[in-house]
């Protein structure tokens, strides 16, 4: 099973912060998920991304994969108090999803 | 869309209980998933089914763990005897086919004394 390591495992900033989230795993996969938990629920799946060097943006979130599919990235750009949550990376192998551990973003007002 | 519906949402139990977690996924979703997240080891996942069929168990801790999907609208995961060490956030979910965009119930806190 493949691994995916996902930098830092916390993070506290204050609102309009920039911050970025790394995932990185020393295997190919061939697509990666990032899904956002809130606390009491269950993951929601924010972006999915394919091609090596994809870039995908949601409004203030942009994600992107690796040129060698080993790992991605997401930044948030003026961090807001609603986008505290855990942020989860997932690849693909094999018909199911490997989770990284998660980081825990706190944004404060 | 209900979207994927779990119960109980808590289950408190002692030691050498048999529980019982149950999900309904989403209407016309093939693919089904059990997770648990705990703080030490995150979302791991447990057993998933294609089209019912068991696919790949070896998440499943130990044979105290078994997982049934009788048909296409329900799923079952027995945890028996019940351990203080299962005590953790269950999740079941689905998605159209595999690793497809899987969708989450709000889970099951499960505590073992």
């Known amino acids: 099973t493949q691994l995916l390591e996902q930098s830092p495992q916390f993070l506290s900033i204050q609102e309009g912060e920039n911050l970025t989230v790394y995932c990185n795993s020393s295997?190919?996969?061939?697509?990666l998920q990032w899904y956002r938990q809130e606390p009491g629920e269950g993951p929601v799946l924010l972006v999915t991304v394919v091609t090596g060097g994809e870039v995908k943006k949601l409004k203030r979130l942009t994600f992107q994969f690796g040129d060698a599919r080993k790992d991605s990235s997401l930044h948030i750009t003026a961090a807001q108090p609603g986008d505290t949550g855990l942020y989860l990376c997932a690849g693909e192998e094999g018909g199911k999803l490997i989770f990284g551990q998660g980081t825990e973003l706190s944004v404060k007002p | 869309d209900a979207g994927v519906i779990q119960s109980p949402r808590h289950e408190v139990t002692e030691m050498g209980q048999e529980v019982t977690l149950r999900c309904k996924p989403i209407s016309g979703h093939n693919s089904l998933f059990w997770y648990r997240q705990t703080m030490m080891r995150g979302l791991e996942l447990l057993i998933y089914f294609n089209n019912n069929v068991p696919i790949d168990d070896s998440g499943m801790p130990e044979d105290r763990f078994s997982a049934k999907m009788p048909n296409a609208s329900f799923s079952t995961l027995k945890i028996q005897p019940s351990e203080p060490r299962d005590s953790a956030v269950y999740f079941c979910?689905?998605?159209?086919?595999?690793?497809?965009?899987?969708?989450f119930g709000p889970g099951t806190r499960l505590t073992v004394l």
């Open positions: 295997s190919v996969f061939s697509s």
């Open positions: 979910a689905s998605s159209d086919w595999g690793a497809d965009t899987q969708y």
